[in-house]
C-alpha cells in the first residue's frame, strides 16, 4: 500500500523554526517529484515547495522563499522541509504529496500529484 506519513508538525514562537518529514512506505521515492502543501481554515490549498526525482529542481513561492529549504534523501525514502524564521502566517496544515514523474522537474499544482499524506499541523503563535 503506497503511503506517505508527515511529521515534525507542532507550535512554534514567531521567528523559531521547524522541520517536516515527509516518510514513503510501500514505493520507493526515487522516481517521484515530491511537493509541499499547506491549507489554512477558509483558504485553498498552495505549493510551499516542490523537489524533482532527481533533486536538481526546487521551487519555492515568494512567500517563503528564503525561509523555507527542501530536501530529500533517497537512501531513507523520506523528503524534509526546513522552515526558518516562521511567521504567524504560516500557520496551516501541510501535506506532502507525490508525482510519478521522473526527471528534472516538479509542479506546485496539487492537481497534478497522485498520493498524499494525511497532513501535521504548524502553528506559529507566541
Known amino acids: 500500500q503506497l503511503q506517505l506519513v508527515e511529521s515534525g508538525g507542532g507550535l512554534v514562537q514567531p521567528g523559531g523554526s521547524l522541520r517536516l518529514s515527509c516518510a514513503a512506505s510501500?514505493?520507493?521515492?526515487?522516481?517521484?517529484?515530491i511537493g509541499w502543501f499547506r491549507q489554512a481554515p477558509g483558504k485553498e490549498r498552495e505549493g510551499v515547495s516542490c523537489?524533482?526525482?532527481?533533486?536538481?529542481?526546487?521551487k519555492y513561492p515568494d512567500s517563503v522563499k528564503g525561509r523555507f529549504t527542501i530536501s530529500r534523501d533517497n537512501a531513507k525514502n523520506t523528503v524534509y522541509l526546513e522552515m526558518n524564521s516562521l511567521k504567524p502566517e504560516d500557520t496551516a496544515v501541510y501535506y506532502c504529496?507525490?508525482?510519478?514523474?521522473?526527471?528534472?522537474?516538479?509542479?506546485?499544482?496539487?492537481?497534478?500529484?497522485?498520493?498524499w499524506g494525511q497532513g501535521t499541523q504548524v502553528t506559529v503563535s507566541s
Open positions: 504529496a507525490a508525482d510519478p514523474r521522473f526527471g528534472y522537474y516538479c509542479s506546485d499544482l496539487p492537481s497534478e500529484y497522485d498520493y
Open positions: 510501500g514505493f520507493t521515492l526515487d522516481y517521484y517529484a
Open positions: 523537489i524533482s526525482s532527481s533533486g536538481g529542481v526546487t
